[in-house]
């Protein structure tokens, strides 16, 4: 049984470090993790996300711990290579599964997890929902994972206790999810976004967030102005980029569902009905239709309930 136990152990490390993901210099200390911009799979093992990690003088602050144990250990691989310091913080960006599931692997390693309030009531409330769904698409690599949540949250704004750079944790009501933060450095003009940014990649709206994640993305451009953005999923990118792959498309189907609606749409899907996505078929996971039109109707719910108030 013991042997059994070793062999399992050696192949979850072996399947860890098979994965490669592409680790990128932002600035100085400042990296970006790159994952696949497909769906999670086992041979991503739920790293189909940009994640990241900060190099301090007092340790290492990991950015999301990607879908499961064996994610977590691939990010901390990448980190190895860089960095033979430990990892003292984790910050959780918000409540989607492959942000903080595998939270119990760094958590062994002696991290402190943080994340918004709204993020660990968020991770509570779906986590039945969130492991169902993980495991079905990790299969066999999602063993050895179990919800751990954050040990630390604040409810709008947290300064992380680092001494050589000045990190700000920032909830601005939620994007993707609920507990959506931006990870700011101001002093260099970086963000990391979470799912708040979906660069290269189509997003997906959840019921009820899609005016909100509008205003969060107008906080990042016209508060936070970052020179470097590191989005929740695709490459590292410019402000510009950013706000045309999500931004841009999420106000495409407000203002279209709310021209409908004021015209007389006297249903959701009637307040759809017409519209063009077609400026946005350069992004992945265009080409399902059923997505996208998830997407405007999900938004022309959110709006219509609001007009009907």
């Known amino acids: 049984m013991k042997k059994l136990f070793v062999l399992v152990l050696l192949f979850m490390a072996s399947a860890a470090q098979a994965l490669q993901l592409d680790t990128v210099k932002v600035s100085d200390g400042v990296y970006a993790l790159v994952g696949e911009l497909n769906q999670r799979s086992p041979e991503n093992l739920g790293l189909n996300l940009t994640t990241g990690f900060i190099v301090t003088d007092q340790g290492v602050i990991v950015i999301d711990t990607g879908g499961s144990w064996l994610g977590a250990q691939a990010i901390h691989n990448a980190i190895r290579k860089v960095t033979d310091k430990p990892i003292k913080w984790v910050i959780n960006t918000g409540g989607q599964d492959h942000r903080w599931l595998g939270n119990g692997y760094f958590v062994e390693q002696g991290a402190t997890i943080i994340a918004a309030e709204a993020g660990k009531k968020d991770m509570i409330a779906r986590t039945a929902q969130q492991v169902d769904m993980a495991s079905r698409w990790l299969k ?30 920032i909830y601005t009501g939620g994007a993707h999810t609920k507990g959506d933060i931006f990870v700011w450095l101001p002093e260099r003009a970086i963000v990391f976004t979470g799912d708040a940014v979906f660069s290269q990649r189509l997003l997906g709206i959840q019921p009820g967030l899609g005016l909100q994640w509008i205003k969060s993305l107008e906080y990042m451009r016209d508060t936070l102005k970052p020179r470097i953005v590191v989005p929740g999923h695709g490459m590292v990118t410019d402000l510009d980029t950013a706000l045309h792959d999500s ?32 400026r946005f078929s350069y992004l992945k996971q265009y080409d399902q239709i059923t997505f996208r039109n998830r997407n405007a109707l999900t938004m022309a719910e959110e709006i219509f309930a609001k007009s009907s108030r």
């Open 247 to 278: 931004y841009d498309y999420l106000v495409l189907l407000r203002d279209y569902a709310s021209k409908k609606i004021e015209e007389g749409a006297f249903d959701p899907v009637e307040a759809i009905n017409g519209l063009d996505q077609s």
């Open 140 to 169: 066999d690599k999602f063993e050895g994972t179990h919800p751990v949540y954050p040990g630390q949250t604040f409810e709008k704004r947290y300064v992380m206790p680092v001494k050589d750079m000045r990190i700000e944790l």
